[in-house]
């Protein structure tokens, strides 16, 4: 702004009833002249203006409007294994993420402390997969065989690599 259109008592009192009419920041800068859009938006903010003039439209004619039919969720469609490069990642199961989180410790579970290995003892062609705390001395990773290219096992690149949408899906599911 410079020193011609300054924060003068009228232009505020015209700030004040514009936007009180329901003019948008735009509308009002044009208005008042030589004055931004973003400088009006921050007067407004410094007066506490909040509330805004309602349409003058009546209520009648918004509820005449023809409403959206709003869509049933249909069921999911089934996903086939993605091919990436020379590898093939099997779809994961729709299932609430709670029963998932429960069927990974039990598989965790089932991968024997004899094949686990540490930092010093994994290899190129071992599974990475971080089991356990790694504050605690029993941390290890899986060990198994990785996939070409990957860090992960099949079991574990499974959960690893997930499309994107259904990552989306599971956030929605253990906010619900």
């Known amino acids: 702004m410079d020193a011609g259109a300054t924060w003068?008592?009228?232009?505020?009192?015209?700030?004040?009833k514009l936007w009180a009419d329901g003019l948008s920041a735009s509308q009002i800068a044009a208005e008042l002249g030589n004055v931004t859009r973003n400088a009006v938006i921050g007067k407004v903010h410094r007066l506490g203006l909040s509330g805004r003039a309602k349409d003058?439209?009546?209520?009648?004619?918004?509820?005449?409007?023809?409403?959206?039919?709003?869509?049933?969720p249909s069921a999911p469609a089934p996903i086939a294994p993605q091919t990436h490069s020379n590898v093939?990642?099997?779809?994961?199961?729709?299932?609430?993420?709670?029963?998932e989180t429960e069927v990974?410790?039990?598989?965790n579970?089932?991968?024997?402390m004899s094949e686990r290995v540490?930092?010093?003892?994994?290899?190129?062609?071992?599974?990475?997969?971080?089991?356990?705390?790694?504050?605690?001395?029993?941390?290890?990773?899986?060990?198994?065989?990785?996939?070409?290219?990957?860090?992960?096992?099949?079991?574990?690149?499974?959960?690893?690599?997930?499309?994107?949408?259904d990552r989306k899906r599971e956030r929605k599911l253990a906010r619900a």
């Open 8 to 16: 003068t008592d009228e232009r505020v009192e015209l700030l004040k």
């Open 118 to 165: 540490t930092i010093m003892e994994l290899r190129e062609s071992m599974c990475r997969w971080p089991m356990g705390d790694p504050t605690k001395p029993d941390f290890r990773f899986c060990g198994a065989r990785s996939i070409t290219g990957l860090p992960y096992c099949t079991h574990h690149a499974r959960i690893a690599y997930q499309p994107v949408a």
């Open 88 to 99: 093939v990642i099997a779809p994961i199961s729709l299932q609430p993420a709670a029963m």
């Open 109 to 112: 579970m089932a991968i024997p």
């Open 104 to 107: 990974l410790v039990e598989e």
């Open 56 to 72: 003058a439209k009546p209520a009648s004619a918004v509820s005449q409007r023809p409403r959206k039919a709003s869509r049933v």
